[in-house]
């Protein structure tokens, strides 16, 4: 996406084929922009945050600017904007640039949803929210989170919810040999909510989970000022669920614990109440495999066009794990190259 937004520039910045005026006058470059921060969309509404930690910090109510076509905005994106950026009451801004992102979460298009979209701009860490029960964890879920997730080069937080009702060995067992960071939460115990903040403080953090398993507790308790609604859903009415289906971002709060470092940058959490699924028909196998280093080292001698997956014929993967040096590290390399087939596999 980074890309087609830069084309979308240069077309603008290309030269008209009716003479030559200069360039200023058919596109002013807005040298009075300002900066701001995606944090909400409704109904080609942006809601957006000036001066983003400085002395200034302010909401402002914002529309895209005519030039930008059908350039899309997402949450999470840094843009300029121009006219009245006051925040006062009754202002519409400008939005008239959209700054080349640092990462772009997407999903395909799936049933619900035919469109291919990005659900999150220049977010760094995939925060996969899941109960060890009531509802049942589904690693199918995981592994396609985990999948997006590295797909957009993120890394991933599992942040395992209802404690208090089953133990997470398992799954940590599962998740943390591929590089996934696994934190325990319970309700009663507002030490687990301050663990998790511990690895969100500084970073955009994007968090994703099914209906039930206590993703709006965890907000709650990590950002008080957030109110979303949490509580039994009824499947049928959908009523109790939170109205906005969009992402929306959350500045969040250095909170309680005074040793953590608070350099001015407590960080954002963006909640997606809309996202029940990541279609995954987009992710390539060689980007997949560029998040294990060592499988991707390894591949190198895989025959032109291998697959990897489990009866590719002579994937040098296989041939990796036959050589390690003992049987502990091949045991090692082993479950290393089931969970990348798994992830691969959970494409489909
Ligand atoms: N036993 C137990 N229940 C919890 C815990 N955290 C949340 N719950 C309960 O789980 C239910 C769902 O919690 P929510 O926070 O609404 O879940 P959600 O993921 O936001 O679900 P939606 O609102 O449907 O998107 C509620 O009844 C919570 O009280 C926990 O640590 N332990
Ligand atoms: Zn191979």
Redesign the pocket.
């Known amino acids: 996406m980074a890309r087609r937004v830069r084309d979308e520039h240069e077309r603008f910045a290309r030269p008209s084929k009716h003479g030559s005026r200069p360039r200023s006058k058919q596109r002013p470059d807005h040298a009075d922009a300002v900066p701001a921060l995606v944090t909400g969309i409704d109904r080609g509404r942006y809601t957006l945050v000036v001066d983003d930690g400085g002395p200034d910090e302010r909401e402002i109510l914002a529309m895209k600017a005519r030039e930008l076509g059908r350039t899309r905005t997402v949450v999470g994106d840094r843009v300029d904007v121009v006219g009245d950026t006051t925040g006062h009451e009754g202002t519409l801004a400008r939005i008239v640039r959209i700054t080349d992102r640092t990462s772009t979460l997407r999903r395909t298009a799936d049933d619900t949803d035919p469109y291919e979209r990005i659900v999150v701009a220049n977010a760094d860490q995939l925060v996969v ?1 899941t ?1 060890l029960a ?1 509802p049942e964890p589904r690693t199918g879920m995981i592994d396609r989170c985990v999948v997006a997730a590295y797909d957009a080069g993120m890394d991933v937080l599992l942040c395992l ?5 089953a133990s997470p060995d398992e799954l940590r067992g599962l998740y943390e040999p591929i590089g996934v960071s696994v934190v325990v ?4 115990s507002p030490e687990t909510v301050e663990d998790v903040r511990s690895h969100l403080l500084g970073r955009t953090s994007v968090l994703v ?12 308790a990590l950002v008080p000022d957030a109110l ?6 009824n499947d049928v009415t959908g009523r ?3 109205t906005s289906t969009s992402a929306v971002a959350l500045r969040l709060p250095v909170g309680p614990d005074s040793s953590v470092d608070d350099d001015g940058h407590d960080g954002w959490v963006i909640d997606t ?1 809309g996202v029940r699924s990541f279609g995954l028909a987009h992710v390539e196998t060689d980007h997949l495999l560029a998040a294990f280093e060592d499988l991707d080292a390894a591949a190198a001698e895989c025959p032109r066009g291998c697959t990897h997956a489990e009866d590719a014929p002579d994937c040098a993967l296989d041939d990796w794990v036959a050589a390690a040096d003992g049987e502990t590290e091949r045991e090692a390399r082993a479950a290393r190259l089931a969970s990348f087939r798994r992830l691969l596999a959970s494409r489909d």
């Open positions: 929210v109960a009531q919810t209802k404690a208090d009702l939460t319970r309700r009663d989970g099914h209906s039930g398993v206590g993703k709006s507790t965890l907000i709650n979303r609604a949490t509580g039994d859903v109790g669920r939170h109440p």
